[in-house]
């Protein structure tokens, strides 16, 4: 089977105060012209769909028309991040169109979703879908505590419903409750091979931080106790063949450790491929060197999991410049007149009319700052203490900010606001 994997549209986020739905919808676009174009049977969104859990109602609207849109062509495989609500993304999911499947209760994650080819008149083996929600320890840790998901009567229980067996929650730790719905996946591709249904091919959708993956400025905290990341290893030996990976904004691979599912039909060993599609737009400037994309997915009979990373199209470049304000407005600034920008004036003294000089220059500036050049004695930090004049601490303050000292009127402002200071303390 053909799948496409994103994830990461954080619909509804903003840039520096940038409206970014306009530009979120062309990729969506771009999402559609793919599943037409290349003969995709699935996409599966790894989480954070939303960008918070209340999103706003365009954001809600461009969501329903693209799930509608890709689900004329292939089935759709969703289930919430950090992000998002797990209950407001699910919200009616009973009844959403054939092949839409929102993935967002905590007890289904040992339950696939069953992908069929032949139900949508295509060619190709089944291939189970194992959609795990974003796992909060601290939420979860009592109600993925047994390894069946069931209380001590072995029915099903509600979410967070504490487990009627003696029993006590996992640890409050990310890797405690991935490794326990990993359990039960593995749990149930066992018992689906045992019972011999035809050929199928095992893919998890997860959110989560995976070690060995490189984070960005504008992922989430998710720490817990300190700790924030699950080792790539917890993955394995559970004969998945690829994991959909969300969270991290960046497209990579992860290496799953000393892993290898049993022996294929063709006698040869296949390990487990891990891997993060990024998110589709840049959401902070330590992703503007990024190169976003998302995974074109191929799954062989035997299992093999061959990765295409199809360039996802950029509304406008994330990019950074740095000199003195007459450089910046020169010819130095010419190939970045219409890039969103973060702007860097090294001039000794702040500029007059600094910001609005340079947002005349880039009408799409997202950050303007004076970062004069560092000398050894801006660095010397004083303290008003004994012996020292408060003055004088004030005027080093401004030399240390500004790269100058204070100019004349500056100076007067200086010493009125300091003589009424101490007059205030002295009447007090």
Known sequence: MRILHTSDWHLGRTLHGVDLLDHQ???????????????VGAVLVAGDVYDRAIPPVDAVNLLSDTVARLAEHADVVLTP?????????????????AGVHFRTRVPDVGTPVVLDPAERGGSGGRV?????????????????????????????????????????????????????????????????????????RNVVVAHAFVVGGQASESERDIRVGGVDSVPAG?????????????????PQTVTVPGVSRETTGQGREAATTARYSGSPLAYSFS???????????????????????????????????TG?????????????TDDWLRVFVTDPARPAEMYARVRARFPHALQVQHRPPVTAEREVISVVGQGRDPLEVTHEFVQHVTGAGPDQAEAAALRTALERALASERSA
């Not at 730790?173 to 050929?199: C, F, K, L, Q, W």
């Not at 003195?324 to 970045?336: E, I, K, V």
Request: glycine share 12%.
């Open 234 to 250: 917890v993955f394995g030996g559970a004969g998945v063949d690829y994991v959909a990976l969300g969270h991290l904004h960046g």
């Open 128 to 200: 189970a879908v194992y959609a795990m929600p974003y796992l909060d320890p601290d939420a979860v840790r009592w109600e993925l505590a047994d390894g069946c998901g069931c209380g001590g009567d072995g029915e099903p229980r509600e979410v967070n419903q504490e487990p009627t067996s003696a029993k006590g929650p996992l640890p409050r730790s990310h890797e405690a409750v991935t490794a326990a719905a990993m359990r039960r996946v593995a749990a149930d591709v066992a018992r689906r091979r045992a019972g011999d249904g035809g050929p199928l």
């Open 324 to 336: 003195t304000l007459d450089d910046l407005l020169g010819a130095a600034g010419d190939p970045h």
């Open 81 to 97: 991040g950090n992000h998002d609500s797990a209950i407001r993304l699910g919200f009616g999911a009973s009844l959403m169109r």
């Open 25 to 39: 919808a062309a990729y969506l676009d771009h999402l559609v012209d793919v599943v037409r174009s290349e003969g």
């Open 287 to 321: 992703e503007m060197h990024q190169k976003k994309s998302t995974v074109l997915l191929d799954l062989d009979a035997t299992g093999d999991a061959r990765t295409e990373l199809l360039p996802a199209p950029v509304p406008r470049r994330l990019a950074e410049v």
